[in-house]
Antibody, heavy 126, light 106 residues
């Protein structure tokens, strides 16, 4: 059973960088059939997809327009994990942050769901 | 971005009730619609993918239907562990977007 374990600080000062890591067990960050996502949840914004990294003969990244200028998601094949960095944070970035895996159930990039989630990290910007 | 609208935002029900939650997309998403449930303080869990496919381990009292822009999640006989918040999510077009949630309360 694939599991995701998140780690990282729960408190970040304004203008600094939010950094979280998601360790993968029973799967590979380099899997050709998966993508590795970061999603956040706040009362004001609901569930918001932030971005993903995935490997299809080479590494790709997709990011939400709302954070594109501030976000980096990196895979770490040596540790089988992936990370989130969000720069120049403000109090509006306060949220629960989740990592999540997408495994494709059919052909085509649309045939995906967030089928495995990390435990979540409450991050407060203050 | 595709907007996902759920109704109702909340509902009150009793154990054994049949419950229906609807989700409407702002444009056609064919059948690329997923449903999740979330308990307080926990991560969302996948219930249904591809509009009607039950995720492994999910009880058969859950079912999904619909295509195009209108979708439904049905719980045939509500159980105590089903009191939670339910979300729909489209995967047809990037970025993936979620509904605002439907809270099922006693």
């Amino acid at each position: 059973q694939v599991q995701l374990q998140q780690s990282g600080p729960g408190l970040v000062k304004p203008s600094q960088t939010l950094s979280l890591t998601c360790a993968i067990s029973e799967d590979s960050v380099s899997s050709n059939g998966a993508a590795w996502n970061w999603i956040r949840q706040s009362p004001s914004r609901g569930l918001e997809w932030l971005g993903r990294t995935y490997y299809r003969s080479k590494w790709y990244n997709d990011y939400a327009v709302s954070v594109k200028s501030r976000i980096t998601i990196n895979p770490d094949t040596s540790k089988n994990q992936f990370s989130l960095q969000l720069n120049s944070v403000t109090p509006e970035d306060t949220a629960v942050y989740y990592c999540a895996a997408s495994h494709y159930y059919g052909s085509g990039t649309a045939s995906a769901s967030f089928d495995i989630w990390g435990q979540g990290t409450m991050v407060t910007v203050s | 971005d595709i907007q996902m609208t759920q109704s109702p935002s909340s509902l009150s029900a009793s154990v054994g009730d049949r419950v229906t939650i609807t989700c409407r997309a702002s444009q056609s998403i064919t059948r690329y619609l997923n449903w999740y449930y979330q308990k307080p303080g926990k991560a969302p869990k996948l219930l249904i993918y591809g509009a009607s496919r039950l995720q492994s381990g999910v009880p058969s009292r859950f079912s999904g239907s619909g295509s195009g822009t209108d979708f439904t999640l049905t719980i045939s006989s509500l159980q105590p562990e089903d009191f939670a918040t339910y979300y729909c999510q489209q995967s047809d077009s990037a970025p993936a977007t979620f509904g605002q949630g439907t809270k099922v309360e006693i």
